[in-house]
């Protein structure tokens, strides 16, 4: 089956700092990514769709340049948190279509400090 | 009104039992719905899709479209302490670029 690595698994960062995060799809060109963040007891939410070789879409509300995606091969997608606070401290998640739907990645616990 | 719906839980069944979870949608528009299971601190994890009203059964899940009433269902027959996560509902709309939209998961505990 579809596999996506994500890491890392969890990071620890002091305020301000910056937190690079990656996806890689390990058998299966992945076209198109999706970020997403979870925070506890709630849902996933969309922050951006990345696809290769062009700007990544962001919903709304999401801060395109604190959240920088990146998405130069079809098999890697990065997802950089610059200047990190406390507030972006969440579950964050990588998602790409495979021909077994949407797989996910095992996700990235940040947690600012 | 949100878009996927879920009762939050938690729902509680005992082992052995049928565990029916339920999911409604507001966009008519959608065509592809998914069942996620999560584990706390994990990733979602698929267990199974519908496109088309009626069942699909995959093992012990039963996935059930009515998309005239906008509802999409989850069964879990002989259901295990292991069956016990959150389970997540996301629907795709057509014409949004294959973006999936998430309810807010239903937890579900199986008793012993």
């Known amino acids: 089956g579809a596999v996506v690595s994500q890491h890392p698994s969890w990071v620890i960062c002091k305020s301000g700092t910056s937190v690079k995060i990656e996806c890689r799809s390990l058998d299966f060109q992945a076209t198109t990514m999706f970020w997403y963040r979870q925070f506890p007891k709630q849902s996933l939410m969309l922050m951006a769709t990345?696809?290769?070789?062009?700007?990544?879409?962001?919903e709304q509300g999401v801060e395109k340049d604190k959240f920088l995606i990146n998405h130069a091969s079809l098999t890697l997608s990065t997802l950089t948190v610059t200047s990190a606070h406390p507030e972006d401290s969440s579950f964050y998640i990588c998602?790409?279509?495979?021909?077994?739907?949407?797989?996910f990645g095992s996700g990235t616990r940040l947690t600012v400090v | 009104q949100k878009e996927v719906e879920q009762n939050s839980g938690p729902l509680s069944v005992p082992e052995g039992a049928i565990a029916s979870l339920n999911c409604t949608y507001s966009?008519?528009?959608?065509?592809?719905f998914f069942w996620y299971r999560q584990y706390s601190g994990k990733s979602p994890e698929l267990i199974m899709f519908i496109y088309s009203n009626g069942d699909k059964e995959d093992g012990r899940f039963t996935a059930q479209l009515n998309k005239a009433s906008q509802y999409v269902s989850l069964l879990i027959r002989d259901s295990q302490p292991s069956d016990s996560a959150t389970y997540l509902c996301a629907v795709m709309v057509s014409g949004t670029a294959s973006k999936l939209t998430f309810g807010t998961g239903t937890r579900l505990q199986v008793t012993l």
């Open positions: 966009d008519r528009g959608s065509q592809s």
């Open positions: 990345s696809n290769e070789g062009s700007k990544a879409t962001y």
């Open positions: 998602s790409a279509s495979s021909g077994y739907g949407y797989t």
